[in-house]
Nanobody
Framework: QAQFVESGGDLVQPGGFLKLSCAASGFTFSGSSISWVRQAPGKGLEWVSEHSSGGIEYYADSVKGRFRLFRDNAKGTLELEMTHLKPEDTAVYYC????????????RGQGTQVTVSS
């Protein structure tokens, strides 16, 4: 069964930078698409980005140009580098197994809290 441990969340000022990390286990990481999703306070899950099994990266319009993925198949990790952070990026961030088409329906771990505030 796929398991994920997310880390790296923090309180950061608008315009700031954070790098989140996701460590995966329990499945063949290199052969899987992995996505990040987030849930802002009082809102539903939102897909953020996907690193496909074929190595293609996809980003939601709300984060395109500001967020970037880094994948290490040997370590089973997927990092999300976030720059120019905005208050609307405040959310709990989760990584899940699967593409952008199914990510919000996948089983999630405990997530990591990102708060963007001055």
């Amino acid at each position: 069964q796929a398991q994920f441990v997310e880390s790296g969340g923090d309180l950061v000022q608008p315009g700031g930078f954070l790098k989140l990390s996701c460590a995966a286990s329990g499945f063949t990481f290199s052969g899987s698409s992995i996505s990040w999703v987030r849930q802002a306070p009082g809102k539903g899950l939102e897909w953020v980005s996907e690193h496909s099994s074929g190595g293609i990266e996809y980003y939601a319009d709300s984060v395109k140009g500001r967020f970037r993925l880094f994948r290490d198949n040997a370590k089973g990790t997927l990092e999300l580098e976030m720059t120019h952070l905005k208050p609307e990026d405040t959310a709990v961030y989760y990584c899940v197994k699967g593409s952008r088409f199914i990510a919000t329906r996948q089983t999630r771990g405990q997530g990591t809290q990102v708060t963007v505030s001055s």
